[in-house]
């Protein structure tokens, strides 16, 4: 490839909508098999908010919402804006939080009240010893089902109540999948959420592979994995937990209206967020090479 051809084809992609670092990272782009996709912030908006909140029964709505929005409010996390915003809007001023502590992937943790205050995932709360009771994990199950993500609070040796957060998927997702597809690329869908909400994203989108669970620091392996097996990947991401991924994969795809350190993890950025702008880099790079040989 000729400088210049590539010069052309940087300032392309500068019109399509795609910020390239260099030049040389259309090269690289050329023989990518694989699509990682994130999901929240990447093939949903990531901006969520609550659906509703469940007790066990033993503490009122109002004191679930008003401990899991004080300390979420400390969190820049998606969910936890959510859970803050709500609480706010409906109860007003929140109570302080003392060792406010951020559990990579899992959730946070507090001190409310006197009380030992945990938030995040159902199997967080079970490293716990806080027990879900059977109808708050049909709760968490029927949530699921449906593509939304519930976490679990509790204090005192009691689970007190599940919220059940949801965002939406981008309008654009499906169609940037299909293109993918078209290009023959396999999508594949890389998560920290829970497998069912993820499955159910994917279907919605047309994403048949799903890797769920998947810790912040985990991810990066998963695409070491997929590279070992012969794949050149390219990854989408928007979160500080993609950051290591992006820098592993072959090329690494950031959502503009992501975190900044995902945007410096990566080659190219996705400026207005919108998944059909990685198709157009793939479409771009393989153009412009092509017209050099
Ligand atoms: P994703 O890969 O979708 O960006 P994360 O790795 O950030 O997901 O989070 C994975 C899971 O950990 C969430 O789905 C949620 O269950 C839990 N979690 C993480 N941070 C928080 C938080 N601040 N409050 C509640 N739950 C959280
Ligand atoms: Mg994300």
């Known amino acids: 490839a000729t400088p210049t051809a590539l010069m052309v084809g940087t300032g392309r992609g500068a019109q399509l909508g795609i910020l390239i670092k260099g030049p040389e990272v259309l090269e690289s782009t050329r023989r990518v098999d694989t699509v990682v996709l994130d999901k929240t912030g990447t093939v ?3 901006t969520m908010s609550l659906h509703n909140v469940v007790t066990d029964g033993s503490t009122d709505e109002n004191t679930v919402l008003r401990y ?7 969190s820049e996390h998606p969910i936890a804006r959510a859970v803050a915003r709500a609480a706010r809007d409906r109860l007003g001023t ?7 502590a951020n559990i990579e992937g899992l959730g946070v ?31 968490v199950d029927a949530a699921e089902a449906k593509g939304r993500t519930a976490v679990g609070i509790g204090w005192e040796c009691e689970a007190r109540g599940v919220l059940v957060v949801a965002d939406s998927v981008k309008p654009t997702s499906r169609e940037a999948v299909s293109q993918f ?7 594949i869908m890389l998560t920290g959420d829970n497998e069912s909400a993820a499955r159910a994203i994917a279907a919605q989108v047309g994403i048949d592979e799903v890797i769920a669970e998947v810790l912040p620091q985990d991810k990066l392996d998963v695409v070491k994995r997929l590279q070992a097996e012969g ?9 500080v937990n993609d950051a290591a991924a992006l820098t592993q994969a072959d090329l690494g795809l950031a959502m503009g209206t992501g975190t900044d350190v995902a945007i410096e993890a990566s080659d190219l950025t996705l400026v207005r967020g919108d998944l059909r702008a990685a198709a157009d880099a793939i479409r771009l790079s393989r153009r412009t090479l092509s017209t050099i040989k």
């Open 181 to 187: 597809r078209r290009l023959g690329l396999t999508p």
């Open 68 to 74: 899991a929005g004080a300390l979420e409010d400390a």
């Open 231 to 239: 794949k050149v990947v390219a990854m989408v991401g928007d979160g």
């Open 94 to 100: 929140l109570p302080e939080v003392e060792q406010f």
């Open 44 to 46: 949903t908006t990531g």
């Open 109 to 139: 943790q507090g001190v409310i009240d006197g009380h030992a205050v945990v938030i995040g995932r159902p199997t967080l709360l079970r490293d716990w010893s806080l027990h879900l009771p059977a109808a708050l994990r049909e709760v």
